[in-house]
Structure formats: C-alpha cells, structure tokens
C-alpha cells in the first residue's frame, strides 16, 4: 500500500499541507475500516509511515514544479540570437 499514499503526494502534491494531513487521518481509518489493523500504538506509526510515503510523492511533485518554473526547458528571450 505504500504507492498509494506516494501517488497520493504526487497528484496532491501542490497542496502539501493537506495532503499530509490527509495522508495522517485517512490512511488509519482506512486500515481500521478494512480490518487490516485495530486501533492502537501500531495505528499511530501507520500513520507516521502514510505521512512519509505522501511525503516522498510531495518532494518529487514539487522538483518537478521547480525544473519547469525554472528553466527546465529554457525558452530564448526576445533578441537573444
């Protein structure tokens, strides 16, 4: 389940801080909903690990952003020969 919360962090990724947020909440009440865990300390850490994962989808969502804003394909500027 770990590329589902990185692909979450890459298609949300320019609305970070919702997204972690997002990732810290939904994912254990995913996990609770499906039986796959029961709440407790181990729910908390599945959390902290959902945080890490959208996280690394966040990095990678916001250098993409930064090679296109900043010259990932430079254009030339009017009189540049």
Known sequence: ??????????????????????????WPVV???SDA?????????AAGLAVL??????????AILWIVRNGGGRRPRKGDA
Request: aromatic fraction near 8%.
């Open 1 to 26: 389940m770990i590329p589902t919360m990185i692909l979450l962090g890459l298609v949300f990724g320019r609305w970070w801080r919702s997204t972690l947020l997002a990732a810290a909440v939904v």
């Open 31 to 33: 996990l609770v909903a």
């Open 37 to 45: 865990a029961r709440p407790g300390w181990a729910l908390l850490g």
């Open 53 to 62: 994962n959208a996280l690394v989808g966040i990095v990678i969502h916001q």
